[in-house]
């Protein structure tokens, strides 16, 4: 019996736990991407300065790189590049591609090729800010589990990322979770 009531109330616990999450999440307005995205222009070397990382990046201590070239058929090659804590270089290659109508809601994946046609390996990529002459980038995922703090140039202004964090923690992104990315 007592075994039966302490399942029950972890039980309830759990369920309690999931709704005041669910709708702290429910209150927050959509994710928006930003209305336009010129591939071309995003083309090139971003500088990350900050992210709430996806796994492969879980290794990443510094130096970090994130490199976009536009192919014949429509999709993009991601290379991206890290150092680890020893100095060594980390790489990750992937396909950038648009998804639905909007030209700045994207999906990347790392995964191999033969795997492109399972949904599951393809992950939301939105552009969420952008400066009008493309130096800095916000990119985050609609689910708000992943953030990037991309920038043209290697050094970026703390007081000018500073505002960036702040309204991509005004739109409901985490920013405690931030890793900051020294750039050498």
Not at 45 to 63: D, F, G, H, K, M
Request: net charge positive; hydrophobic share 40%; glycine share 4%.
């Amino acid at each position: 019996m007592k075994k039966k009531l302490l399942l029950a109330a972890t039980l309830a616990g759990v369920a309690a736990l999931l709704r005041s999450s669910s709708t702290r999440r429910s209150d927050l307005p959509a994710v928006q991407a930003v209305p336009e995205l010129d591939l071309q222009r995003y083309a090139g070397t971003w500088y990350e300065q900050a992210r709430i990382p996806l796994v492969w990046q879980s290794r990443c201590a510094s130096n970090t790189t994130a490199s976009y070239t536009l192919r014949d058929d429509g999709l993009v090659d991601v290379h991206n590049r890290c150092e680890d804590a020893d100095g060594a270089g980390v790489e990750a290659r992937g396909m950038l591609r648009r998804h639905g109508e909007h030209p700045a809601q994207l999906q990347v994946r790392f995964a191999p090729e033969l795997l492109a046609a399972l949904p599951m390996v393809w992950r939301d990529y939105w552009v969420l800010e952008l400066d009008p002459d493309y130096r800095w980038a916000v990119v985050g995922s609609p689910d708000r589990k992943h953030l990037w703090f991309l920038t043209r140039d290697k050094h970026f202004p703390k007081d000018r990322l500073d505002i960036l964090i702040l309204r991509a923690a005004e739109r409901g992104f985490d920013t405690t979770r931030l890793k900051y990315t020294p750039q050498y």
